[in-house]
Nanobody, 111 residues
Framework: QVQLVESGGGLVQSGGSLRLSCAAL????????MGWYRQAPGKERELVAC???????MYADSVRGRFTISRDNAKNTVYLQMNSLKPEDTAVYYC?????WGQGTQVTVSS
C-alpha cells in the first residue's frame, strides 16, 4: 500500500523560506499528477499547487510567484519550495496523490 510522507515544515519568520518534500513509499504511477494542499485553523483545506506527469503546474493565486512545485519521478517525490513566506501561509500542508493524503506537516510563519 502506498504511503505519502511529508517533511520540511517548521517555524520561520515572515519573508523566509521553507522547502517541503513528499515521498511516496510504494509503487506509484508517474502518469498521475501530485499536489500540495493546506488547511489553516478554522478554514477549509485548499489547493496550493499541483503538477502533472509532464511537468505542467498550477498555483493558487495567493502563492503564485512565491511558491514552486516540482517532482522527481525517479524518487517518487514532489517538492514545494516556499519563498517570501507570510503569516497567512501558516497552515498544515498536505501532499496529495490521487485519493491518497499524507499526514501533514505544520508550517508556521511569524510576523
Amino acid at each position: 500500500q502506498v504511503q505519502l510522507v511529508e517533511s520540511g515544515g517548521g517555524l520561520v519568520q515572515s519573508g523566509g523560506s521553507l522547502r517541503l518534500s513528499c515521498a511516496a513509499l510504494g509503487s506509484i504511477s508517474s502518469l498521475n499528477g501530485m499536489g500540495w494542499y493546506r488547511q489553516a485553523p478554522g478554514k477549509e483545506r485548499e489547493l496550493v499547487a499541483c503538477i502533472t506527469n509532464v511537468g505542467s503546474r498550477m498555483y493558487a493565486d495567493s502563492v503564485r510567484g512565491r511558491f514552486t512545485i516540482s517532482r522527481d519521478n525517479a524518487k517518487n517525490t514532489v517538492y514545494l519550495q516556499m519563498n517570501s513566506l507570510k503569516p497567512e501561509d501558516t497552515a498544515v500542508y498536505y501532499c496529495n496523490y490521487v485519493t491518497l493524503w499524507g499526514q501533514g506537516t505544520q508550517v508556521t510563519v511569524s510576523s
